[in-house]
């Protein structure tokens, strides 16, 4: 049973907490498959959805679980807020909490900033990715298209290759993975490799080919130039010849192997475009439960939090 008012990162939550989303996950997407677009979970509950970095899916999806949950939900973009005119990220959350409301769903470029919000608002807070710190829903989306596929968590191989540095999904999926007994293996150029990954769990891999080898799950990283400094690959086109993922590399893994990217996906570069519209790539399942997810844990919340009154 989860036993918090926020959700800041998987690497607090426990396997009892992973798996109880992940099962409520599994129960809202088959309302979604049934056409069920309305439930009464959230009725008379606000949302703010607070970013101060772009998004297409994440932003998105949480929008529609709101909105599919009865929940009242409202889009701030940093760009267009007080934020311009000099307001601090406390001060922005304790003026939507004086609004009274109940979730503030939010991403930063700043890692830890979901917790600070968290330590001085009412309202729940949920992290919709902190700089290269955690993305805890993309991380439970994409076990949750693991689980679906496999019918289980426990003994997977799953390969993470692309920019491990400044992936927060990454740093998730490690978190969740090993916790619910999965091996996860990583590559990449020595430049995009955090020190200390190994420590956390992860096999790191001297060879694209040892990665991937025998994976029941080949996971392709957004390469984050945003976030860098030049000098970490001469080119992109030299990433992807040494370090992408393309259909001889993917036969190593297992016949039954699937492919997947939190998105956006730049073609050709971390995966060829011919695996992205293969049938073993299931991105576009990872988008589907991306919406069960954020259901799965608006709902699980407001259960705590109405527990606790």
Do not use: W
């Not at 088959?30 to 959805?49: N, S, V």
């Not at 601090?88 to 409301?101: P, S």
């Not at 190994?198 to 080949?218: I, N, P």
């Not at 988008?287 to 259960?303: D, E």
């Amino acid at each position: 049973m989860l036993k918090r008012k926020d959700l800041l990162g998987l690497y607090d939550l426990s396997a009892e907490e992973i798996t109880e989303i992940l099962d409520v996950a599994e129960n809202m997407k088959k309302l979604l498959r049934q056409g069920i677009k309305k439930l009464p979970h959230l009725q008379g509950k606000t949302a703010t959805i607070l970013f101060y970095e772009n998004s297409t899916r994440t932003r998105t999806s949480f929008e529609l679980a709101c909105k599919y949950m009865g929940a009242t939900c409202i889009n701030i973009s940093a760009s267009t807020s007080s934020v311009k005119k000099g307001e601090t990220l406390i001060d922005t959350g304790e003026t939507l909490d004086a609004m009274k409301n109940d979730f503030i769903i939010m991403r930063h470029s700043m890692g830890g900033a979901p917790k600070l919000l968290a330590e001085h608002v009412h309202a729940s807070v949920i992290n919709g990715g902190d700089g290269m710190n955690e993305h805890p829903t993309q991380a439970l989306l994409d076990m949750c298209t693991m689980r679906e596929r496999f019918g289980r968590i426990q003994g997977l191989k799953v390969a993470i290759l692309g920019d491990i540095a400044h992936s927060r999904v990454a740093k998730s999926n490690l978190f969740g993975l090993k916790k619910l007994g999965a091996e996860v293996t990583m590559y990449a150029p020595e430049t995009l490799i955090p020190k200390g990954i190994d420590r956390m769990g992860a096999k790191v891999c001297k060879r694209r080919e040892e990665a991937v080898e025998g994976a029941d799950v080949v996971m392709g990283l957004r390469i984050q130039l945003e976030r860098q400094q030049a000098g970490n690959f001469p080119s992109l086109g030299e990433y992807a010849h040494f370090y992408g993922v393309n259909r001889e590399i993917f036969s190593l893994a297992k016949p039954t192997a699937i492919i997947m990217h939190p998105g956006p996906v730049n073609r050709g570069v971390e995966l060829t475009g011919s695996l992205i519209d293969d049938n073993a790539s299931l991105i576009l399942d990872q988008v589907l439960n991306g919406v069960a997810v954020r259901m799965a844990v608006l709902f699980l919340i407001t259960q705590y939090r109405n527990r606790q009154n």
